[in-house]
């Protein structure tokens, strides 16, 4: 006579092998434990395949000016309408999420890069600390709004132009972080070790150091890139980002903002899908900390 043996909590599930169990159910748990970190990653995903899939998904081109369907409503031919010179709004929306990704990517990377560098020299090469923290201190004491305005305005509008002028102020930003990671960094017993038994400064600062800030580092450079996206969006929709004839969020909103009255959607559509985008980039960076620093997350 045979007895069912009752099904315990950690028993495999049907069709899944007794060795695989303990690999697949942890997986499920850490999604369910970080769902900031799936919803931001997903949705960056939609408007990164959106964006990148522009020259099949927008079929209709975002410069073309059709005088006779200005300021049209949403219709089966022009999904977000048209705006006040007859381009289809929705091609330029999809087309401008280009302009905020490049941004957005490359100013995160670019003053990542540029911080751990400067972070790295102030926080090791004690005589250079001083010099180099003054001058991030001197940028920070301006606004990055205004910092990256003055930059535009003795550059010749471009794409270039405003992804130098956002790096710039979001620099010291890195350098800060990066500086109080290394004065921490530096007085660990293996570095001690390292410089003890003669190993040089670059080798130490490439297999001990950097290695041990890759986390924070990662959350960090995903706030700069939300925070740039956000700036280029304000400084085109102020006239000095890239240029007029380029289709990007800001340039739309700028453009819409005198027929708010008659066609509010020529602003609606770009603002939902930078909100959007910024939204995504922040859920990834909360979640990436959480993920990333399980005792901040068991405080929180």
Known sequence: MTTSLPVTQGA??????????????????????????????????????????????????????????????PSAEHWFGTDALGRDVFSRAVWGGRVSMIVGLSVGLLATVLGVLLGLTAGFVR???????????????????????????????SLTAVIVAITIPEVPRVVRLVRSLALTLREQLFV?????????????????????????????????????????????????????????????????????????????????????TVLAINLLGDGLRDALDPRLARQL
């Open 12 to 73: 495999a599930p049907e069709g899944v092998a007794a060795d695989d169990a303990p690999f697949v159910l942890p997986r499920w748990h850490w999604a369910r434990k970080h769902p900031t970190l799936i919803i931001g990653a997903l949705l960056l995903i939609a408007i990164a395949v959106l964006s990148i899939g522009a020259p099949w998904i927008a079929t209709i081109d975002p410069q073309d000016i059709d005088p006779l369907a200005r300021m049209q409503p």
């Open 127 to 157: 005589w250079a600390d001083a010099f180099v923290m003054r001058v991030m201190d001197g940028l920070m004491a301006i606004p990055g709004i205004l910092l990256a305005i003055a930059l535009m305005a003795v550059t010749q509008a």
């Open 192 to 276: 001690e070790a390292a410089h003890a038994v003669g190993t040089r400064l670059p080798v130490i600062l490439a297999r001990h150091v950097v290695p041990n800030m890759v986390a924070p580092l990662i959350v960090q450079a995903t706030f700069v890139a939300a925070a740039a996206v956000l700036t280029e969006a304000a400084l085109s929709f102020l006239g000095v980002g890239v240029p007029a004839q380029t289709p990007s969020w800001g340039n739309m909103m700028a453009e819409g903002r005198n027929f708010v009255a008659v066609a509010f959607h020529i602003i609606l559509y770009p603002g939902i899908l930078l909100a959007a």
